[in-house]
């Protein structure tokens, strides 16, 4: 007979992981009928709390979930080939998920739950305080890839992107350019904030004005705010969150007849296969991506051998800075 686990209390009690979490850890914060509720379901189902991580080392067999925001970008299917080969040779299986925007957190974390996984190497664009309380209440490890966490609780594998960030602006500087034009996300995303961060502190530090043009995340109608930003000025420099965009921002302004990098110098961020492929070749931070997942499966070994002895820790992956004939 099967042990059972944390999701099929809650899937019998109807109540979510969390609550059956605080009924097992904090029960005086959880009203009497649906702990009492609880309570008599892991009787009756036999439950033993953190059964699943004192019987890994026995299980023939380990899967590992892979939740990613989208698998369109370039970037995200190098980091989830990383994975697979440190999975290979560790003899794991891997699922992957897609954590859609049009589906809710909720939803989209008991779906990984149900698949009874032994750990999660989990990728999101947007850091909410409810995806913590979710995943602090999961009752296999998790590992954050490409974005550091804010919490002890939960390990992460990721670059520092707002010291990238910083970097390059603060170099442009230094190079004599002050109109440096920073394209980010209409969408609010983590990752792209920390990246403003960098770029507006490096452009405080030399007293100069910073200018963020936030774009939607299609690049259809990338094209057509790009040719309006460019109807009333032509910046010095274009600093973007992502390759795709830098990449699109500078076929425009190249249609327009703009020299690159003569008249405007084009920085993108990832190093994506595409930085290479544009014409000219792209300038960007190299975001290791490929050993970050590499890194981040080696991390959720550790922890799902043994977690309750393994501390989460922040890892951060040096990144490069590479300069090509988008920049002088």
């Known amino acids: 007979m099967n042990q059972a686990k944390i999701y099929d209390i809650a899937g019998a009690a ?17 009203k009497k009928g649906t702990r009492e509720k609880v309570l008599r379901i892991i009787k009756e189902k036999g439950y033993k709390p953190n059964a699943n991580a004192r019987g890994l080392a026995s299980r023939k067999s380990t899967t590992v979930a892979v939740v990613v925001p989208t698998v369109l970008r370039a970037s995200i299917s190098e980091m989830i080939q990383g994975i697979a080969d440190s999975a290979k040779k560790y003899g794991y299986s891997i699922r992957l998920f897609v954590n859609g925007q049009h589906q809710t957190s909720t939803d989209a974390w008991s779906d990984v739950i149900a698949s009874s996984v032994d750990g999660i190497l989990f990728m999101n664009d947007e850091m909410e305080n409810e995806t913590y309380e979710l995943i ?33 602006t603060k170099e442009m500087i230094t190079r004599g350019f002050k109109d440096i034009l920073f394209i980010t996300t209409e969408h609010k995303y983590a990752v792209n904030d920390l990246k403003e961060k960098g770029y507006r502190r490096a452009m405080e530090e030399f007293r100069l004005l910073p200018s963020v043009f936030k774009s939607s995340g299609d690049l259809a109608i990338n094209e057509k705010q790009f040719k ?13 969150v992502r390759d795709s965009m830098a990449i699109s921002f500078m076929n ?3 249609k327009r007849g703009i020299k690159i990098p003569a008249q405007m110098q084009v920085v993108g961020f990832q190093n994506t296969r595409y930085a290479e492929l544009s014409n000219p070749k792209l300038s960007c931070v190299e975001t290791p991506i490929y050993e970050i997942g590499n890194v981040a499966m080696e991390k959720l070994t550790e922890l799902m051998k043994n977690a309750e002895e393994t501390k989460p820790t922040n890892v951060v992956v040096d990144y490069r800075i590479i300069y090509r004939e988008s920049t002088k």
């Open 14 to 30: 109807g109540v979510s992981l969390a609550t059956v979490s605080r009924v097992l850890n904090h029960p005086e914060k959880v």
């Open 228 to 240: 309006e930003m460019l109807d009333s000025r032509t910046p010095e420099v274009v600093f973007a």
């Open 252 to 254: 425009v302004a190249s």
């Open 136 to 168: 602090e209440h999961t009752p296999v490890p998790v590992i954050f890839i490409n974005a550091l966490s804010k919490s002890t609780k939960i390990g992460s594998v990721g670059i520092d992107n707002e010291d990238c960030s910083y970097r390059v």
